[in-house]
């Protein structure tokens, strides 16, 4: 005795299940492209200017076949910006002298100490501003809660 299925519309089912899945997964790189292009915007506006260095070397890239969102700032100098520095020690190169104005007359020394910077964070709080809004935005595309 021999029994067999054959379930019909299975082809149909399958294709319309990629379909969904390939729909959902495309919403889901356009959310990701939308926050990182957000994120890099905010963050140049946030940057604090004085040659307009920083601001330029502010860039994303989109990786993993549109599923990752890259933000960063090129600038040698961002993290020292970013999250400030603390007191420290300048010292002169190849025994030359460090050159500087200290009221209004030039200043000649092998070493100085510096005070340090206070943070001036452009990048983190760009990031934060933008994370409840990717979070509800990809919520609603997959349909959770």
């Known amino acids: 005795?021999?029994?067999s299925m054959k379930l019909k519309g299975l082809q149909n089912a399958v294709a319309d299940v990629e379909r969904y899945t390939n729909s959902k997964l495309d919403g889901a790189k356009r959310i990701i492209v939308e926050s990182t292009v957000n994120i890099q915007s905010d963050a140049v506006s946030l940057a604090p200017?004085?040659?307009?260095?920083?601001?330029?070397?502010?860039?994303f890239n989109i990786t993993n076949d549109g599923l990752t969102g890259?933000?960063?700032?090129?600038?040698?100098?961002a993290p020292d910006v970013e999250f400030g520095t603390a007191p420290?020690?300048?010292?002169?190169?190849?025994?030359?002298?460090?050159?500087?104005?200290?009221?209004?007359?030039?200043?000649?020394?092998?070493?100085v100490n510096h005070p340090g910077t206070r943070a001036q964070p452009f990048l983190?709080?760009?990031w934060e501003a933008e994370m409840p809004k990717f979070e509800s935005a990809m919520r609603k595309e997959l349909n959770t809660k």
Not at 49 to 59: A, H, P, W, Y
Request: a positive charge; proline letters at 2%.
């Open 49 to 59: 200017e004085d040659t307009g260095n920083l601001k330029n070397s502010i860039n």
């Open 1 to 3: 005795m021999k029994v």
């Open 124 to 126: 983190f709080p760009a």
């Open 88 to 111: 420290h020690k300048i010292v002169a190169k190849n025994g030359k002298a460090l050159a500087f104005k200290k009221d209004g007359k030039m200043v000649f020394a092998k070493s």
């Open 70 to 77: 890259e933000i960063f700032a090129g600038a040698e100098y």
